[in-house]
Structures are given as structure tokens and as C-alpha cells.
């Protein structure tokens, strides 16, 4: 066992679950009063917002970092590069290009409505939930209030209770920085975020697993209330021969132990197509050691897993404790980690060789630094594969073959699809962010933000005053008849 490194905050005992004040009932109302007053449809309000947002972010930028590393041990430049300083890049992408994104645009008005205008508009939906997670705890609350906000909306934060510190800190930051009676944050677990999805939102956003998804999916049709759904799921990486398999390695252990394995889009698993998986097995532990060094429990650098629940279950994935596999691994190989303990609950960057499609490790997301190799023949084999599975959040390929990038795009279905590096299409602000299937419902970023957020209203205007329409009034008299289907 490892001793304890310096830097790994050491698990506390669980904080009682703060006492809501006001109650969720309360806090909402006050939020859809103040929606219907306009105060939040001025672009400059928003941009306000938007402004004020990053201003704390940048100003308080350490003060969040200590709390990201007291839930997560996450390091600083891991805080500032997917946390604090990605939402201030989603921030300014959006301000640049917001006046564009709101402009109504014209629509072409047949010739039998003539004379007329058509255009749509961006409206705001109204008061939104958006319900976040524990593993980029402030990033996955903040990228959608992004959205939220420059779309004219009001919204109400649920952050993860399993990040206490960083939910803690935008509890008590975000109302002070932005507008108090257009954002609210309510702390808690299960029942508080259940008394929230009692009350009437104009649209729930939760990032997520995808049994709580069905829970708030469930909860939103009880008032039809429209709802994304950012889940997760087993990502692939496929690697080809005639792929560089060191750059390859390199890239998805980059991907893969980023937040101790804990990223919804980390490549879940490798499948290695005909005789890559040996050298992959030689180039990934190398890149682990030159990312985390010989003993990753004593780097920086390295994450911690959340809470014992978790990393109880992912220390049952890798002995295999149901399985009861003849190696303690289900008949996989160890190829490096596999260190761990539980009172840092510390877990190396773990590869496993020669895992078998049905091992217990296949067979959830792992969400953790375990990454097991399955090999498979070619390309049609690492298909089947995950066309017989539910539809990932990101599929990899790593490849040097164009045919094989057209097959994977074309044969298969995911969230995204990134050829040579996994997580990072995130950081295109253009492209949307979201699944499809199991992995999710709509998506966001950028311009998709302003899509989920809005709703796209249609609007016709003609004037009263010619009144060409009279044709199509009753009585339909056999000339009119014969007009009608002429022309319209
Ligand atoms: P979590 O346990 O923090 O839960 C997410 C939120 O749901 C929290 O705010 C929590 O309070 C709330 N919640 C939990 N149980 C609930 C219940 N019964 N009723 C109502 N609300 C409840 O986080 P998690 O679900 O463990 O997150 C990990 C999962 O999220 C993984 O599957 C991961 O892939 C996925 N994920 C997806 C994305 C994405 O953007 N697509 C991002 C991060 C994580």
C-alpha cells in the first residue's frame, strides 16, 4: 500500500445535509415573479450576467480551486483547464457571438399570404432547473447557466451534495455576484432535489446517471415540462493498426485518468483491433508513467476517487468479487496499477489486457482509472461491438485510414465522434455537447445553449388593410373551389 501523499485531502465525515431556507417552493416563486416582470429579456441584462459570472470566476479563481481540490483532489491546472477556466471561455464565446444568435431571422412568406411577414424569434422559456453532478461540479452547474442566462432565462442550481465544498461555495458566491432574484442555488441531496422537481420549472436540465434521468424525466412529464438529459455511458476508443499507437496511448491515458478517471466523455474502454493490443499495453503504461511518474499516489496531478461508495465499487470491478474469475480479474490481465487505499481512497491508473466482452467491467460505466483492452479481429468486429450495445456519449477512433473513419461515422451512433483525441471536443465551442440514446437527450454549448434554452417563436404579421383573402372565405362557391386548388 501507498503511503498517503501529502497533497490528498483526507476524507471527512459526510456534512448534515443543509436545512433548506428558503423552501424550494419559495425560492421558485420568487424566480418566476421576477421573470414575468421582463427583467431578464435585455440583451444587456444578460450580457451583465455573463460579465459578473466571469469576473468571479476569474477574481476567485483560487478560492475555487481549493474547493475542486477538496472534493476531487483535483490540481490547479486540471481546476483552471476544465473547470474555472472553460466556463470562462463558454462565457466569452457567448458574448461575442449573442447579438447574432438573438436576432430574429426573416422567413420566406408564400405567395398566396402576400402581402405579408414572417420571421422567428428567441424567447425565453422562463425559470429552469438545472440539476449537476459531482465530478466537474462546478463546470457542469455553471457552462448551463451559461446558456440559461444569455437565452433571457431565470434559474434555480441544485449542484452535487457529493462535491460538498464546491456546492458549499456557489451557494454562497453565485447570489452575490449575479442577480438574486433571477438565480438561485439550493443545496442538498435526494430530497431536497425531489421537492424541486415538484415545482413548476419551464424546463429541467440534469447531468447525470441514467436511472436518476428517468426519476427527473418521470417528474417532468407531470407537467410536460421539457427536459436534456447529459448521461453517461461506456465510450470506446478503437484503435487500427497503422494507427501511431504511441500517440494513441499517450492520448487516451491523457482522456482516461484526467479526474482519476471520473470524466462522463473518458474513453471507457479500448478495442484493440488484430495484434495493436500488445504495443498499446507497452506505450499506455509508459504514458502513465511520464504523466503521474512511478508512484501516481505521490503526483499533483493525479485525482482521488469521491467517496468510498464509489471507490468500493470500483475496487469490486477490478478484484472481480461476483465474477470470481480464476485470476481475481475475471480472466483479464493486469497490465499496470491496480494499487490502491481506501483512507485516501486512492486508485492507480489501471490497464487491464485481454479482458473478456462480458466481464463485470464491461458490463457497467466504470467511471473510475480502470481501463480494460478488449481485442477484437477488425474493424466489422469493433462495429458489431458497439452497434450491440446502448449508444455511447463519445465514440474514438484512432486511425490512420480514411475508409475507417467514413465506416465509424456512418455505421455507428454516439454522443460525438473524435478521431485522435478523446474529451477534447468539448472545448470546440461550435460543435453541441450532448447524447443520444442512453447517453442523453438534446444538448448544449455555444448556439445550442441558446436552441435548449429558448423557445424558437413563430411569428406572422399581415397587414389589415388589403384583404386579398377574401377568396378563401365562405361561402366556397365553385369558382372560389376551383381558385383554392389552384393556388393554394
Ligand atoms: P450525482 O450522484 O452527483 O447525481 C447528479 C445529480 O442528481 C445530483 O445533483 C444529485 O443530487 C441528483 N440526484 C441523485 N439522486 C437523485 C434522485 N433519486 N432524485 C433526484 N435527484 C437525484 O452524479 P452521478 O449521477 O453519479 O454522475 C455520474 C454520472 O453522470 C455518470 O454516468 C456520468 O457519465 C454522467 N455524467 C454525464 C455528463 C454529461 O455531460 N453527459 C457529465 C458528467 C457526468
Avoid at 10 to 39: K, Y
Avoid at 225 to 245: F, H, I, Q, R, Y
Wanted: net charge neutral; with cysteine; charged share 20%.
Amino acid at each position: 500500500m501507498p503511503t498517503p501523499p501529502i497533497h490528498r485531502p483526507q476524507p471527512q465525515a459526510p456534512a448534515p445535509a443543509p436545512t433548506l431556507t428558503p423552501a424550494p417552493d419559495e425560492t421558485v416563486s420568487r424566480l418566476r415573479a421576477a421573470f414575468l416582470t421582463g427583467r431578464t429579456r435585455p440583451a444587456a441584462w444578460r450580457k451583465d450576467q455573463l460579465r459578473a459570472l466571469r469576473t468571479l470566476l476569474i477574481e476567485h479563481q483560487e478560492e475555487f480551486a481549493a474547493a475542486l481540490h477538496a472534493d476531487l483532489g483535483k490540481s490547479g491546472t486540471e481546476a483552471h483547464l476544465t473547470e474555472t477556466g472553460f466556463v470562462v471561455n463558454e462565457i466569452d464565446h457567448t458574448l461575442r457571438h449573442l447579438d447574432r444568435w438573438l436576432r430574429p431571422r426573416r422567413v420566406p412568406v408564400p405567395l398566396s399570404l402576400a402581402p405579408a411577414r414572417a420571421r422567428t424569434v428567441r424567447e425565453p422559456l422562463g425559470t429552469v432547473l438545472i440539476i449537476s453532478p459531482w465530478n466537474y461540479p462546478l463546470m457542469l452547474a455553471l457552462a448551463p447557466l451559461v446558456g440559461a442566462l444569455a437565452a433571457g432565462n431565470c434559474a434555480v442550481i441544485k449542484p452535487s451534495e457529493l462535491a460538498p465544498a464546491t456546492s458549499a461555495l456557489l451557494a454562497d458566491r453565485l447570489p452575490r455576484a449575479l442577480d438574486p432574484e433571477a438565480v438561485a442555488v439550493v443545496e442538498g441531496a435526494v430530497p431536497e432535489t425531489t421537492a424541486l422537481l415538484e415545482q413548476p420549472f419551464d424546463h429541467i436540465f440534469y447531468t447525470g446517471n441514467g436511472t436518476v434521468g428517468r426519476v427527473v424525466m418521470a417528474a417532468a412529464a407531470r407537467r410536460l415540462t421539457p427536459v436534456t438529459l447529459e448521461l453517461g455511458g461506456k465510450s470506446p476508443a478503437v484503435v487500427e493498426p497503422g494507427a501511431d499507437l504511441r500517440a494513441a496511448a499517450r492520448r487516451i491515458a491523457w482522456g482516461k485518468f484526467m479526474n482519476a478517471g471520473q470524466s462522463c466523455t473518458a474513453p471507457d474502454y479500448v478495442l484493440a483491433i488484430g495484434d495493436t493490443a500488445p504495443a498499446l499495453e507497452r506505450h499506455l503504461t509508459t504514458a502513465i508513467r511520464e504523466m503521474y511518474g512511478t508512484d501516481p499516489a505521490a503526483s499533483a496531478d493525479y485525482g482521488q476517487v469521491v467517496n468510498d461508495r464509489h471507490f468500493d465499487r470500483l475496487l469490486a470491478l477490478l478484484e472481480d468479487r461476483e465474477g470470481g474469475g480464476g485470476n481475481g480479474l475475471g480472466g483479464a490481465r493486469l497490465v499496470t496499477g491496480g494499487e490502491h487505499d481506501r483512507t485516501t481512497r486512492y486508485l492507480a491508473p489501471t490497464v487491464l489486457a485481454d479482458v473478456a466482452p462480458d466481464a463485470p467491467v464491461m458490463r457497467e460505466e466504470i467511471f473510475g482509472p480502470i481501463l480494460p483492452i478488449v481485442r477484437v479481429p477488425d474493424l466489422d468486429a469493433a462495429i458489431a461491438f458497439i452497434t450491440a450495445r446502448d449508444k455511447p456519449l463519445a465514440l474514438y477512433g484512432f486511425t490512420a485510414s480514411g475508409r475507417t473513419k467514413r465506416r465509424l461515422a456512418t455505421e455507428t451512433s454516439s454522443g460525438a465522434l473524435a478521431f485522435g483525441v478523446p474529451n477534447a471536443h468539448l472545448s470546440v465551442p461550435g460543435l453541441p455537447f450532448g447524447g443520444v440514446g442512453e447517453s442523453g437527450l438534446g444538448s448544449y454549448h455555444g448556439a445550442h445553449s441558446i436552441d435548449t434554452f429558448s423557445h424558437t417563436k413563430a411569428v406572422l404579421d399581415k397587414p389589415l388593410l388589403l384583404d386579398p383573402l377574401r377568396a378563401v372565405y365562405p361561402p366556397y362557391t365553385r369558382t372560389k373551389d376551383r381558385l383554392l386548388r389552384r393556388f393554394l
